[in-house]
């Protein structure tokens, strides 16, 4: 029949009434959103795989430490360990809650548990005198320069704040990358595109020509159009991509996690072990600067003789472990640098099944033959004279404006991670690893949490999004703007988005 009553595709002649059209027009729709949709699932899945062999090989090295821990301290120690069982069970639940990016300061949650295990071991090993807290306070201010557990509280307060920085922000660098993915994947289609998309995808039923497939070009052009705000994520994910590379150098290499939480309670031995064995000087210099204790009527135990030491600490080693997940974890952050901008390419060879690019017998959108019009470049601001949709480039998509700055934050936040310096999160959720967290942790080893929290500082804080799907090359080179710019950079936005108007 006569095509003029036809609104998207060509007005020859043609084999589709307007209710047609229109059928195929929210079918085109339909199963192109479906393909952005697949697109994403498959990196998130990626992504969150990742996240979850990551998480799980971390809490399985800390429960472990942990257990050792708990398996070897009484006989080693007694009533050192027994009377302050809480002290360690706090520490590792410390441990878990900054991981889990609970907002707490790391390096004060370890000073307060030296101060108190030193409080307890010192009374514990001077039975003889009534040592009150005021005393204790007083050799608390001395500690520092006494040493008392020797190097290992400084040694492991370097070594774990860094670790710990590390593998927080990895793990939440991949849930932040599915997360923007998921949203970025809802995003809806504009009309112009919706009319594109049919045009390219069943007007050529229209016209007789089922079987000839689009031109592959012209696929392009349709697809980049549609995807041009998506593909202005490209830079800002390249970087987010580059920085988890780099963090996991940093994991298997200057930070290694396998080799400072795997061996937390050894490090913790060597330190009470330091205590007993300069016990005696230790307590001589804490009188002369605190004064002498009186004596207590209870008189003296002798719990601190029984066998110290006798049993060997061991860590078991999972580096290579380790090596194999970092060694996985690059390979598939390489592969997914370009999502963005090889994801036109991608749908019109997978899912449209395109035309080669030298057909000249493809639906070029009008009829069967070439497709002349050049390619367009990716991004916004190359669609303003895109031939096969009309994008308004003054108008971008302030959905997934606002994820490329969830990338930027947590890009951030990486690059900070791989110079030993922490950012923290807002605690927008209490366990962020949803599953994966604690799964192996059993009841009698992860012990309660502490409702105190041991932090005075006021972090620096950026919100990262909850867990709903839940050297940095080139990272750390960039600036590493601070909460202020970044709340800047959000109103100039914000700002620019009216102007667009």
């Known amino acids: 029949i006569s095509g003029e009553h036809l609104r998207i595709c060509p007005q020859g002649y043609t084999c589709c009434t307007s209710e047609m059209e229109e059928n195929f027009a929210n079918k085109s729709r339909s199963e192109f959103e479906a393909m952005m949709k697949e697109a994403g699932r498959s990196v998130q899945a990626t992504l969150t795989a990742q996240h979850r062999s990551f998480d799980s090989y971390f809490q399985d090295l800390l429960n472990k430490s942990e257990k050792a821990l708990y398996d070897a301290f009484p006989s080693m120690y007694g009533e050192l360990y027994t009377q302050n069982v809480k002290v360690f069970k706090d520490l590792y639940g410390e441990l878990r809650r900054y991981y889990r990016s609970s907002n707490i300061n790391l390096e004060e949650a370890l000073n307060e548990f030296w101060t108190r295990l030193l409080e307890r071991l010192f009374k514990l090993l001077n039975p003889q005198y009534h040592i009150t807290d005021e005393y204790l306070d007083c050799m608390v201010k001395h500690a520092e320069q006494h040493k008392p557990f020797g190097e290992v509280p400084r040694d492991l307060k370097v070594k774990a ?3 710990f920085i590390a593998a927080r922000s990895y793990a939440q660098g991949f849930l932040v990358g599915s997360d923007v993915v998921r949203k970025v994947s809802q995003v809806s289609l504009s009309h112009e595109c919706t009319r594109a998309i049919m045009k390219l995808m069943y007007c050529p039923h ?3 020509m089922s079987s000839v497939k689009p031109c592959n070009n012209y696929c392009l052009n349709v697809v ?5 705000n998506q593909a202005d994520l490209s830079t800002e994910w390249k970087y987010l991509m580059d920085s988890l590379i780099g963090v996991a150098d940093r994991i298997d290499g200057p930070y290694n996690v396998d080799t400072v939480i795997g061996t937390i309670h050894m490090r913790i031995a060597e330190a009470i072990s330091n205590l007993q064995e300069n016990k005696d000087s230790i307590t001589s210099k804490v009188f002369q600067g605190c004064g ?3 004596i207590s009527t209870k008189g003296s135990s002798s719990e601190d003789k029984k066998r110290r030491g006798k049993v060997t600490l061991e860590a078991k080693s999972s580096a290579q472990a380790l090596e194999m997940l970092v060694l996985d974890a690059k390979g598939n952050l390489t592969a997914l640098k370009t999502y963005w901008i090889t994801l036109p390419s991608s ?3 997978k899912k449209v099944m395109a035309s080669p690019a030298s057909d000249d017998k493809c639906w070029n959108g009008m009829t069967k033959g070439s497709y002349l019009p050049e390619v367009m470049g990716d991004g916004l601001a190359n669609q303003i004279n895109n031939p096969e949709v009309e994008v308004d ?3 971008p998509d302030m959905t997934i404006r606002q994820q490329i700055m969830q990338l930027k934050i947590m890009t951030n936040r990486l690059g900070n991670a791989n110079i030993g310096n922490d950012v923290d999160f807002q605690d927008t959720s209490d366990d962020m690893s949803g599953s994966g967290s604690g799964d192996s942790c059993p ?16 972090p620096e804080t950026h919100a990262i999004p909850k867990q709903s ?7 750390s080179s960039r600036s590493l703007p601070s909460a202020s710019l970044l709340l800047l950079l959000s109103v100039a936005v914000i700002a620019a988005q009216h102007l667009w108007r």
């Open 161 to 163: 704040t860094r670790a």
């Open 206 to 208: 229209c016209r007789g």
């Open 224 to 228: 980049k159009g549609c995807l041009a």
């Open 292 to 294: 002498n204790p009186k």
């Open 347 to 349: 749908l019109c060879s």
């Open 393 to 395: 480039i003054t108008k």
């Open 443 to 458: 009841d009698d080893v992860c012990g309660k949490r502490l409702s105190k929290s041991l932090s005075t500082r006021q």
């Open 469 to 475: 799907g839940h050297g940095v090359n080139g990272a």
